[in-house]
Structures are given as structure tokens and as C-alpha cells.
């Protein structure tokens, strides 16, 4: 990067207008920034900030609700807010680019992957066939998927999550734009899928000299890959500058916020319960699934998701299961709580045998060992309001609904939040006090086990911190044993004092987190540690939150 290059991209004074009746006026609001060619800009910020708001007016992709009420946005010196559609579709695709945070929403299910690579030359270039053809294979190697002719004739659905966003970088990049702007484009992805799609990033950027603006919530993906760092809140630029100035001596409040927030790879120090007795113990469990055949004589293929796994919990403790998409992890936790019926092995909670349980017993037991899943959203039934969904368990079990309502009530101020939100349904919630009713749902049963699936994998990094620190504080309170299910090795490093390694359906390393990750054995566990993004990097002590952000 050469800091005095012109910038390519120039934005003074955006501002762009929510509809009325929401809790501020604009989803930008006299944002002034600018990038230069061959950097990467990393523009920050938790949902609502304003950060995808920024790239969509720069790709002229806004919906109809939000419209430009000042401000310009100058590509190569030309205020791209003025030009006209045929001339804003001549820049878009060829002179900037965009991957989108899922590529399979992003992709059309229809066309194989050459085919819509194809589509983009053909729109913008009018190259010849063969010349196209040609170009997709190299585009698709230059982007490191393997066998590059296979791929091109596949379809998004035949590919992996890893391969699919390759699939989009190659098509964003076929035509060598001036800018690429990547919204969350490694949210979904695992650390190691992640850590490959960064370096690749990071190296067509340096061989073509591109401008990327990233947009991302992550500070470890800043750390691994900006040059400069642009943070935003509620629309607004509040810092701006050098990565290492903006990551090591944050100005604003809001940043100094953000980056406290940020868990620490560093294992918290824990006393040792050697003493307790184990409450939960899961012996040789093995889990298979069958997909195809039935037709024209074709035979099922069979998928190991689980292989011989065992692991015991004390009382009071938290083991944490980490390993990347596939690797078996909420196959476990799902058989453990029996939304899966595992084909073989045991699950023994405090000397009984769930899997040897039907009917009325295993009902009694359901009670002892709940579940806290990824998604809120999905798992809330949308039709009934928070008090009588939290209410609805115990109801179950034969509690009055007065009583059970009371303690659903009690619940919610136990999970930070007010007795009055049980009057209210979901979807008038945000993502963080969604999953704090699930965490209240989960609790009104009095279990003993708490088994937390990705519970935190959605939620922006000053949330997913107030989460994590409300489940340390319940656990503590109500001595709960937990079993915490995650692909985040800081989220693990925060809240497991004992972690197992899962790698293609079995337990590959199981250890003290303190062992596990200061001194990682196994190949594949040393692999997931190396590909955490920001490893190298040493979060400042910037104090406490300084505020407490709505959700």
C-alpha cells in the first residue's frame, strides 16, 4: 500500500435517511472516509452501526426504505450518488465488486458456478465464449479451490460453505475491479476455512492492488488484516485511522468498549473441583446418518457423524466442546438431551442411564438437563408471548400457570431483563435479549445441566460478552454444570474449564483449558489455534465497557 496515493474511493458527508417512527433518523449520518488503492479498510461496528448501510450506497444497491440525503461518494474522482443507472451498472461488477456474507443466498441455485462467473464477463466485457471459459478456470484456481474444471461445473449446493465463498471472490474479482468490498464474508465460515479465505484475500488484494473495504464486527479479523480501521456507531464515524494506533490505543469510548470485550485467548484461572463428583457421563456414543438411495436401486450412503465418544462433567464444571462445521459437536449435544437418539453408547446423568428411559421417566429427567440453542429466534414460538413461553415447561410438569408465570417473571430479571417484557412476543426483541429469554426458558425447569449450543455465534461482540458474562454469573449463583458447544476458541478459552477437541466425529484431545490451549498435542488442535485471526495480537487493557449497548 502507498499511504500517498490518491484515494479511490472518497466518501464525504454520507448521509442516508431511516423511515420515520424509528429509534433515530438515519442509518448514516455524515460519514466522511476514504480508501486507497491496494489497502484494506476495515470498517467496524455492531449491527445497526450503519456498516452495510455504507457499502450498499457505494454498490447503489440500497433498498427502496433508505435514500441519500447528502453527501457523495466520488469513485476515481466521479460522484457515483449521481450518475445514471446504465452508467451505475457499467461500475457495478467491473469497477467494484462485493461478496456478500452468505454465498448461498448470493448465488443463483440454478446456474453451476462457471456459468454465473460467465455471466459476469459476458455482461461487462462481451469476451468470446471460449475466452470466458477459459478465464473461469484460471479465476477458479487463482482462488486456491481445488480442481478447478469440477467446479465450475458444479452447482452452490454441491460445494461447501469454504468452496462457495471462494466461488464468490472468484466471480467478484474476474474482472479486476479498482474496489472490493466484502460484507462479513468470513461470519459463517470455521476459524480454519476463515483464516484461508482471509490470506487469500489478503493476497489478490496485494497481486492486483485492489482497495477492499471489510466489513466486519470481528476485532481479531482486524488485527489479522487491516491497514487502517474505520469504527462506526448508530451510523456515525467515531474513529478513525491505523490499525495499530485505532487497535492498540483506541480513542473513543465507544472502541475502547468494544475491543474490552473482545475474549482473550488466555484461559481465565479457575479452582480445581477435583473433589465433585461427576453428574454427567457420556460413554461410547456413536451416532450414523443415511441420505439417498431408495430409488432406481441406489444405495444409501452412510455419514459417522458421531464415533465413540466419551467425556464426564463434575458438578459445577463447564466442558467445552470445540471443532469446526461436520465435526460432530451439536450431533453430541443433541444426543445428550435425546433430540437425537444416539445408535449406540451411554448417557448417564447422576447414575441413571437417559437412554434407558421412556415415557413418564425419561419426562421426569427432561427437567434436569435443558438446552439453549444458536438461534433464539427460530426456537421461540413466534404466536405466544416471552411470560408464557418461558411458563410453558413447568405448565408441562404440572405447575399452576400463576406460579409458573411468577417465576417466569422472576426469570427475567434474573436474565437482566424486565418482568414486563412477558408481555411481549419475540420479534419485538433484539438478537442479545432473544437469547436472553432462551437462557430464562431454559432455566424454568431447575436443571442441573445446561447444554448451550453456538449460543453466542450470532450476536455482535459487546453482547456475546454480556451473554457470557449473565451465564458465568447463573452458573455461579446456581451452581449449574454445563456442557457449551463452540467453533470460537476465545468464547472456550473464557468459559470451559475442561475442553475436548472434536475432529470428524471423534474426540481427538481432551484436556484442563489451561493444558489445551498452552500446550495444544494434537495435530488438528494445534491447527484450530493457529487459524484463530488476531492470535498474535495483544488486547490492550482498555478497562471495562464504557457503555452498555441496547441488546
Known sequence: MNPASDPVLRINGLSVALPGGGDRAHAVADLSLDLRPGEILC?????????????????????????????????????????SAIRMRQIRGQRISMIFQDPMTALNPLMTIGEQIEEVMAVHEGVPRAERRRRVVSILADVRLPDPERIA????????????????????????????????????????????????????????????LFITHDFGIVAEIADRVAVMQKGRLVEFGEADDVLNRPQHPYTRSLIAAVPTLTPKPRARESAAPPLLAVEGLDKSFSSGGGL??????????????????????????????????????????????????????????????????????????????QDPFASLNPRLKVGRLIAQGPVIHGVSLADALERAYRLLELVGLDRRAADRFPHEFSGGQRQRIGIARALALDPEVLIADEPVSSLDVSVQDQVLRLLADIRARLRLTMLFITHDLRVAAQVADSVAVMHQGRIVEHGRVEDIFGNPRHPYTRELMDAVPGKDWTIPAVGGNALVPSG
Open 296 to 373: 432406481f436401486g441406489r444405495s444409501a450412503r452412510v455419514v459417522r457423524a458421531v464415533r465413540e465418544v466419551g467425556f464426564t462433567i463434575r458438578r459445577g464444571e463447564t466442558l467445552g466442546i470445540v471443532g469446526e462445521s461436520g465435526s460432530g459437536k451439536s450431533t453430541v449435544a443433541r444426543c445428550v438431551v435425546r433430540l437425537l437418539e444416539a445408535d449406540t453408547g451411554r448417557i448417564v446423568l447422576d447414575g441413571t442411564d437417559l437412554r434407558s428411559l421412556a415415557g413418564d421417566e425419561m419426562r421426569r429427567f427432561r427437567k434436569r438437563i435443558q438446552m439453549i440453542f
Open 43 to 83: 470498517v467496524v461496528g455492531e449491527s445497526g452501526s450503519g456498516k452495510s448501510v455504507t457499502a450498499l450506497s457505494t454498490m447503489g444497491l440500497l433498498p427502496p426504505r433508505l435514500r441519500v440525503t447528502g453527501g457523495e461518494i466520488l469513485f476515481e474522482g466521479e460522484n457515483i450518488l449521481r450518475v
Open 153 to 212: 461445473h458444479a452447482y452452490p449446493h454441491e460445494l461447501s460453505g469454504g468452496q462457495r465463498q471462494r466461488g464468490m471472490i472468484a466471480m467478484a474479482l474476474v474482472l479486476e475491479p479498482a474496489i472490493l468490498i466484502a460484507d462479513e464474508p468470513t461470519t459463517a465460515l470455521d476459524v480454519t476455512t476463515q483464516a484461508q479465505i482471509l490470506k487469500l484475500i489478503k493476497e489478490l488484494q496485494a497481486e492486483h492492488g485492489t482497495g477492499v
